[in-house]
């Protein structure tokens, strides 16, 4: 008689990329870097690249950006892709990220990657929060 396994069987664990990278890509509700695929929204930060939801991606809202706050000492500009359609970032976000000392900018999510991959081959403490895009 075969006996049940003992491990944790399958382990989802959060998409996470250890390390910086350009996009590569984006469309069809994900993005391509660094030789792979995420499907969904990402964050791209100091520490690495991270699948991101935000609870309303019409109206990010702090806790959306907890990551970023929590490595504000490594960021100076924060590239926010709001989607095919630019919205602002609203107005406590905005101001809690200036008290982080981290200067926002809303865009599409495509001049989002974009200026993230020049900043990023620049050097600049760049890191962006891409909503994907159909």
């Known amino acids: 008689m075969a006996q049940a396994p003992t491990g944790p069987g399958i382990v989802i664990r959060q998409a ?13 509700g994900g993005f391509r870097f660094a030789d792979m695929s995420h499907r969904g929204s ?18 990010i809202d702090i806790d959306d950006l ?13 590239l926010v892709g709001m ?17 982080a ?9 495509g001049a989002a990657l974009r200026t993230f991959n020049v900043l990023l081959a620049d050097g600049r403490a760049v890191a962006a929060a891409l909503i994907a895009v159909e």
């Open 16 to 28: 996470h990329f250890p390390g910086r990278a350009p996009i590569d890509a984006y469309g069809n």
């Open 66 to 78: 907890a990551r970023v706050f929590a490595e504000s000492d490594d960021i100076e500009i924060l």
């Open 101 to 109: 000392g981290i200067s926002s900018d809303p865009m599409s999510t």
């Open 42 to 59: 990402i964050l791209c930060l100091p520490s690495g690249i991270y699948g991101w939801e935000p609870k309303d991606p019409a109206a």
């Open 83 to 99: 989607g095919r359609d630019l919205r602002p970032i609203p107005k406590p976000v905005r101001e809690a990220l200036r008290a």
